[in-house]
Structures are given as structure tokens and as C-alpha cells.
Nanobody, 117 residues
Framework: QLQASGGGLVQPGESLRLSCAAS????????MGWYRQAPGKQRALVAT???????NYAESVKGRFTVSGDNAKNTVYLQMNSLEPEDTAVYYC?????????????WGQGTQVTVSS
């Protein structure tokens, strides 16, 4: 189960930090990250981080957003700086677990981020 927090309403240029913790798993997630879905659009990748620390970002957020993970807590963070109105969306936490006998994708419930003056 993924529990996300940290969304809200901010003005352009401001910052927000999202957090997402995975509970109920005895294993460290192989990949954790964030997707977002704006009104009328499909869900799209924002950023991911592997348990080894490798990160991946959407072009639109490079240089503004930073994704990081805490393996011991099975938690992922998204620091969002210089927010723009185009960043307004529901942000979904994502996790991917790979084991020798199975793999599974987990999704959080979504947290609203609104950037507006």
C-alpha cells in the first residue's frame, strides 16, 4: 500500500514537497516515483528513482524537480521547485517490486497539486 502526502495549492514560482511511503512489504521496492495526470490528459511519468539511486525525469521537470528515495523507509520524495501552472495535476505515487517469483506495480491514491496565482 502506498500513502502519499504533501500536495496543495501554491503560486507560480513556489515549491512543494511530496512524500510517499510503501507499507506492508517486507521487501525494498526496486523502483519508486511519481506520475501525474492533468485534466483531460493521460497519466504521464514525472520522475522515478531506483533502489540503487538511479533517477529518471520527464523533460518538462528537469532542473526543477528532484526525486529521492529512502530504502530503509521504503519512501520516495519529490521536491518541486519553480512550480508552473502547467504542473497542476493529480500526482500519483508509483512503486515497482521485482522478486524471483513475481513482480508487481503499486499505485498510491493521488494527491492534488494546484499552481495558480
Amino acid at each position: 500500500q502506498l500513502q502519499a502526502s504533501g500536495g496543495g495549492l501554491v503560486q507560480p514560482g513556489e515549491s512543494l514537497r511530496l512524500s510517499c511511503a510503501a507499507s506492508g512489504s517486507a521487501f525494498t521496492m526496486n523502483i519508486m516515483g511519481w506520475y501525474r495526470q492533468a485534466p483531460g490528459k493521460q497519466r504521464a511519468l514525472v520522475a522515478t528513482v531506483t533502489s540503487g539511486g538511479h533517477t529518471n525525469y520527464a523533460e518538462s521537470v528537469k532542473g526543477r524537480f528532484t526525486v529521492s528515495g529512502d530504502n530503509a523507509k521504503n519512501t520516495v520524495y519529490l521536491q518541486m521547485n519553480s512550480l508552473e501552472p502547467e504542473d497542476t495535476a493529480v500526482y500519483y505515487c508509483y512503486a515497482y517490486l521485482v522478486r524471483p517469483d513475481f513482480s508487481r506495480v503499486y499505485w498510491g491514491q493521488g494527491t492534488q497539486v494546484t499552481v495558480s496565482s
